[in-house]
C-alpha cells in the first residue's frame, strides 16, 4: 500500500472512532470494536488499547475483585504506643493504616504516616490518637470500581474500608487498585520484584508465611503433605494444635517441627519451619 493510501486509511480509522467518541451515543461494544480496529491497523498502540479496555472494565468490576483482604490488611491499634506505629509505618512502608478498636471489625479512623512524624521532635506521651485519626469510609464489596475512583476523587480520599452483607470488615481498597485496573501494576521503590512465601531464616530453618498453598510448601520442601482438606499451610497447622495458636507456639508433626512466628486472634501469619 502507497503512502498516500496508508495515511488515507489512518484517516479513515481515526475519523470513524472520532466520530464513536464525539458522535451520537453508541453501545460500548461498538466503540470497542472501532478501537480495536485501530489497533490492528497500527494506529492506536497496545498501550492505549489496554488502558481504553480497562477505562470499560472498571464499570464491570466490583471492588471485592480487587480489594486488599482482611487477612492481609497492615492495621494499627488504638492502644499502640507511638514506636509501635512507627515501626509498622517503617516495615510495611505503607503511607494510610486503618486503626482498629477491640476487634478488627471495629475500624475507628486511618491514621497517615505523615501525621506520625511529628512527633520524632515530641515526647511520645504527647500523641493523642484521637486528634489525628482521618475519618473512614466504609463501602460494599459489591460496589462498582468507577463508583469508586469519582467518590475517592470526590472526597480526596484514597482508601476505604471494604464491608460484607453483614456489615464485617472484609478487606480494604485504595485509589492506587482502582488506578491499576485502567493502566496497569503500578510498582515502586518498596514493592518487591516477586512476593516471597518461603525464605531462609539467618538462625536455620525457613520462615513460611502461611497463605503458602499446600502444593508449594510441598514443591519446596520436596515432601508430601496431603492437601485434599487444605488449601494452606496455615490452615493446616491452626487444625493440628486445634486452635488458632499464639507466637511462639510449636508442634510437630507430619516431618517438621512448625513455630508460630506471627499470629492475631483470628489466623496464623507467619511460621518458622524446621525438619523434624
Do not use: W
Not at 17 to 33: A, I, M, T, Y
Not at 178 to 199: K, L, R
Not at 255 to 263: A, C, E, H, N, P
Amino acid at each position: 500500500m502507497s503512502d498516500d493510501c496508508s495515511g488515507s486509511f489512518r484517516v479513515g480509522v481515526l475519523a470513524r472512532v472520532g466520530r464513536k467518541l464525539f458522535g451520537k451515543p453508541v453501545d460500548r461494544d461498538d466503540l470497542l470494536e472501532q478501537v480495536r480496529e485501530a489497533h490492528d491497523q497500527h494506529v492506536v498502540d497496545n498501550e492505549t488499547l489496554n488502558m481504553v479496555e480497562g477505562v470499560f472494565r472498571i464499570g464491570d468490576t466490583q471492588v471485592r475483585e480487587v480489594m486488599v483482604p482482611r487477612s492481609k490488611m497492615v492495621v494499627l491499634d488504638r492502644e499502640d504506643g507511638l514506636e509501635t506505629m512507627l515501626n509498622r509505618a517503617i516495615e510495611s512502608a505503607h503511607s494510610r493504616f486503618p486503626v482498629i478498636g477491640d476487634d478488627r471489625d471495629e475500624v475507628v479512623g486511618i491514621v497517615l504516616a505523615k501525621d506520625l512524624l511529628p512527633y520524632l521532635r515530641k515526647k511520645a506521651e504527647e500523641l493523642v490518637l484521637r486528634d489525628i485519626l482521618r475519618e473512614v469510609t466504609f463501602v460494599p464489596e459489591s460496589k462498582r470500581l468507577n463508583t469508586m475512583l469519582q467518590d475517592f476523587r470526590r472526597n480526596r480520599n484514597h482508601m476505604a474500608i471494604v464491608v460484607d452483607e453483614y456489615g464485617g470488615v472484609a478487606g480494604l481498597v485504595t485509589i492506587e487498585d482502582v488506578i491499576e485496573e485502567i493502566v496497569g501494576e503500578i510498582e515502586d521503590e518498596h514493592d518487591p520484584d516477586e512476593e516471597v512465601f518461603i525464605e531462609p531464616l539467618s538462625g536455620g530453618g525457613h520462615r513460611v508465611d502461611a497463605l503458602t498453598t499446600i502444593d508449594e510448601f510441598n514443591e519446596f520442601f520436596a515432601c508430601e503433605l496431603d492437601g485434599s482438606e487444605f488449601e494452606t499451610i496455615g490452615g493446616m497447622v491452626a487444625q493440628a494444635f486445634g486452635r488458632v495458636p499464639k507466637g511462639g507456639d510449636e508442634i510437630t508433626f507430619q516431618g517438621f517441627t512448625f513455630r508460630v512466628l506471627k499470629s492475631d486472634e483470628r489466623r496464623i501469619d507467619t511460621l518458622g519451619v524446621n525438619p523434624a
